[in-house]
């Protein structure tokens, strides 16, 4: 990449040379450690091994709607199995989907479940060394 990108083989890169090859076009500022506005090679090493480096720091987050599952609903610890704590309980997570507290369930008041789901967040530049 470097090479591709030092147009005059200037064995640098210039803000002109760079400009609009993001990350490194936006990051320019911060990439060139020296200030003397040229990126040389290990300025631009340095700053792809920090991208990678904070990259790792962050997560997904999104949400899995699992439907409305009454069998879901009463697995509190979704293991796929009803455990006799789990049905000793049954009554009670019942009442608690009854709505309209007239003693009985309707499919309407089945609660949808809802799953969080934390993944690492993919490396922006998984592959891409200059």
């Known amino acids: 990449m470097f090479r591709r990108l030092d147009k005059d083989n200037g064995q640098s890169l210039s803000p002109e ?5 993001d990350p490194i076009w936006s990051l320019y500022r911060i990439i060139d450690r020296d200030g003397d506005g040229r990126l040389v090679m290990d300025e631009l ?3 792809t091994a920090l991208l ?8 997904k987050f999104g949400i899995a709607d699992r439907g409305m599952s009454l069998f879901g609903n009463l697995d509190a610890n979704s293991d796929d199995r ?6 000793r309980e ?6 608690t989907f009854d709505h309209d507290r007239d003693g009985a369930l309707s499919a ?4 949808h479940r ?7 967040a993919p490396h922006a530049h998984r592959g891409h060394r200059p």
């Open 17 to 21: 040379e760079v400009r609009g090859e």
């Open 45 to 47: 090493e340095a700053g």
């Open 52 to 59: 990678e480096a904070l990259s790792q720091g962050q997560v």
């Open 82 to 87: 009803l455990s006799h704590r789990e049905l």
């Open 90 to 95: 049954v009554s009670a997570r019942l009442a």
């Open 108 to 111: 309407a008041e089945i609660p």
């Open 114 to 120: 809802f799953a969080w789901v934390l993944s690492q």
